[in-house]
């Protein structure tokens, strides 16, 4: 990745993730066909939803015949981290107008925001519509053609744990930690690993008295304060 924000750099520098949407865009794809979701379902999923995570979820609820108004409580808390990500992006178009930033926050992912992260430190700072745009439609294109995939091989499977599939996601978001960390020189790797297990103690606490979305929530709030905390006292 280098300091380029065209549409072909925006290409260039997607691929990798696009591999990534494919693996767990087509376990999900597998997971929801042997739940015995129909194939159009599966697809307006992936087509309105749009993340991994909360469509992994609302498929076991679906299964288990929860209440839709349960479902749509549980995708909002699960996903409104997006909320906290949004922010964050924001700041490099302020510019633009709110169409443009609409266009953007509506297929921001945590994976095209890391991306955009990992991209910040190539750039000085910056960022362009046309390099996020592309990013963010490679990755829902390539999410949306891994769905149907793993739909179709979902009827040559009989138990998707059985190859692990449904462990996926949880190993896309390691691999894009980790690039995180080794990509950000504007913080030390003993400063983001501090922040990382704290994240990780702290969701372990908050588990046992609350559910695991409004944990998360919490856990990435408070983490942030420290992060932010932490590093203001290495500057001074």
Excluded at 41 to 66: K, P
Excluded at 135 to 145: D, G
Aim: proline fraction near 2%.
């Amino acid at each position: 990745m280098d300091s380029d924000l065209t549409l072909r750099a925006g290409i260039k520098d997607t691929i990798p993730t696009m591999f990534g949407y494919m693996g767990v865009g087509m376990a999900f794809g597998v997971v929801a066909n042997t739940s015995h979701l129909p194939l159009l379902a599966i697809l307006l999923m992936s087509l309105l939803i749009y993340a991994g995570s909360v469509e992994f979820v609302v498929t076991a609820m679906l299964v288990a015949g929860d209440p839709i108004s349960a479902i749509i409580l549980s995708a909002f808390l699960i996903n409104s981290r997006i909320i906290l990500m949004s922010i964050s992006i924001s700041q490099y178009f302020k510019r633009d107008s709110m169409r443009q930033n609409f266009f953007i926050g509506s297929l921001l992912t945590d994976e095209t925001f890391a991306l955009a992260m990992t991209k910040i430190n190539q750039t000085e700072g910056r960022l362009t519509l046309v390099w996020f745009n592309t990013a963010n439609m490679l990755a829902y294109l390539s999410w949306i053609l891994a769905t149907a995939a793993g739909a179709a091989l979902g009827s040559l499977i009989n138990d998707a744990k059985q190859f692990g599939l449904d462990f996926a996601l949880v190993a896309m978001f390691i691999g894009l930690l980790y690039l995180q960390i080794i990509n950000d020189h504007s913080k030390s790797i003993q400063l983001q690993l501090t922040v990382v297990f704290a994240v990780a103690i702290m969701m372990y606490f908050f588990m046992r008295w609350l559910p695991g979305e409004l944990a998360l929530l919490l856990a990435s709030i408070l983490g942030c304060f420290l992060g932010m905390g932490l590093s203001r006292s290495h500057a001074d």
